[in-house]
């Protein structure tokens, strides 16, 4: 279903649902975006992300049956278990709409039916008469419309324009009215919400945004990262920290050849022995948007051939053994601990044979 927005920045097709944690903490660290909306779109079901300033404010799951029915409490599990889905990234500059989904996304629904059902004239007198805050929304088969009211008054209309494919945001209360006179023509699904600060203050209410902390991304690169650091240790073990920094920036050269951006920042501390291997998160901004998820881990790939590489030549039968032993440990484990990264450890194993 489409809501109001100003422009699309962004449509991925065929998105797997399990990565789109990590396609909204991205949007966190890049930072860029002001105000938006990230829909990723399952069959019927929608999962809606509003953004604030970068960051997530407010998540909900929402569906419609084939008979219109409104299904809203679809656990969020469901669209992240999908391999495919649609993911639109809008942007929203007018500040009355974005307060407008706030609230559409936060209240519950009072008034849900088919327009013929609803006197849509007495519904928004009622909210006159109790000088209430609402939303009255009309949905026309896949689009939603959102008129808000201020204590009782008429505030703002955000309805799709399908000559122009885009939001108009009116606050015209006679372009309202003329709007109102075609819904007999139109029928329209007719949604009401009461805004109120009781529910906020609910402790039924919930953000919806504990699934970020599940982040496969951040996930697959922290063991990632792990890896890389126990092979720093072993080179550690065998030369001075001087050295090690040497040999790192070498390596780090030969890497920011292949992409420069996101090999930047890439640096051995030789105060505390350790490489700030987390930039790289940072960094995966530089990458197509299409590798920088599910296909992220080659690039990870790419690092850690190098360094086993490099280990062969520095290190002994027994030192390169052990740390074939303790990488594969930690990837077992972490491969057992978290399901959705089953056949993690036998890409690991593949790489692990330029040790024996």
């Not at 849900?112 to 009622?126: E, G, N, Q, R």
């Not at 490099?310 to 440990?329: N, Q, W, Y």
Request: charged share 30%; hydrophobic share 40%; net charge negative.
């Amino acid at each position: 279903m489409i809501i109001p927005f100003s422009e699309l920045k962004l449509y991925l097709s065929a998105f797997e649902g399990k990565y789109i944690p990590s396609f909204v903490n991205d949007l966190a660290r890049d930072g860029g975006l002001r105000r938006g909306l990230v829909a990723a779109e399952a069959g019927n079901k929608t999962l809606y992300v509003l953004i604030s300033d970068g960051c997530a404010v407010i998540s909900r799951v929402l569906a419609f049956s084939d008979e219109e029915d409104l299904l809203s409490d679809i656990p969020i599990d469901e669209i992240f278990a999908e391999k495919s889905v649609d993911l639109y990234l809008y942007s929203i500059e007018n500040d009355s709409v974005f307060s407008d989904l706030t609230d559409f996304f936060t209240y519950p629904v009072s008034v849900y039916a088919p327009c013929a059902f609803v006197d849509v004239p007495k519904l928004i007198s009622s909210f006159s008469e109790n000088k209430e805050n609402a939303l009255l929304c009309f949905k026309h088969g896949s689009v939603m419309n959102i008129v808000s009211f201020e204590k009782g008054n008429f505030k703002g209309f955000s309805y799709f324009d399908p000559a122009e494919k885009r939001y108009v945001f009116e606050k015209n209360a006679v372009k309202f009215g003329s709007y109102l006179g075609s819904l007999d023509v139109s029928k329209p699904i007719v949604l009401c919400k009461k805004v109120s600060e009781k529910i906020l203050a609910s402790s039924f209410f919930s953000s919806g945004l504990d699934f970020l902390e599940n982040d496969p991304v951040q996930a697959e690169s922290e063991v990632y990262f792990d890896c890389f650091k126990l092979v720093f240790d072993n080179f550690a073990k065998v030369m001075p920290a001087g050295k090690v920094k040497e040999l790192s920036e070498k390596l780090f050269s030969y890497l920011r050849g292949r992409y420069p951006q996101l090999y930047s920042k890439l640096a051995f501390s030789v105060s505390d022995g350790s490489v700030n291997w987390e930039s790289l998160l940072d960094e995966r901004k530089s990458i197509a948007v299409e590798y920088r998820f599910g296909e992220y881990h080659r690039y990870l790939d790419e690092i850690f051939c190098l360094l086993l590489k490099t280990s062969v030549s520095l290190l002994s039968p027994e030192k390169k053994r052990m740390l074939a032993l303790d990488i594969g440990e930690k990837i077992r484990r972490f491969e057992e601990e978290n399901r959705d990264f089953s056949g993690m450890f036998d890409r690991f194993d593949k790489l692990l044979k330029i040790l024996r």
